[in-house]
């Protein structure tokens, strides 16, 4: 399936973005028919969202262990727009219902740095957070805009 050139040419200027700006690593994209668009997938150089209960749990662990636990990135989906796009709630539903928690090719739940499951903290991890992406908008001028996005009702960070 041929995708409009625009389209094309926006995933071209995220995926350029985020590789040469934002210094990402593993990029690909995936073509979601019933979307007819790509979406980006890729790991950041540092971690995008802790969940403001994970924050908690790992402050308890640390806590206790008495060192500090580290934070790896995680791969995360990229969806690029252009400022002029009308979207919904019914488009961005649309989305998350296309795509998979974790994109494909994510590491595994070990090489994120635990011990073992039984950690309180590892709940938000992996398969087990929730469907986020980061919506990529686009301007006439190429300057990219990266909000991040949930599926659903999520718990507000405390400061």
Known sequence: MALPEHLEALTEIVLNNLQNQHDWTELNTQLKPDLSRRLISGLPPRRLYVHPDEQIEIIKAEKNRKEHIPQPPEVEWVLPTHLAEKWSPKAFAAVFDAI???????????????????SQWMR??????????????????STVLYYLMHDGIVKPRQN
């Open 100 to 118: 998979d928690t974790i994109p494909p090719g994510a590491a595994p739940l070990d090489a994120l740095g635990a011990e073992d499951d039984s």
């Open 124 to 141: 938000w991890r992996g398969p087990q957070r929730g469907k986020r992406m980061l919506l990529a908008i686009v301007q006439d001028d």
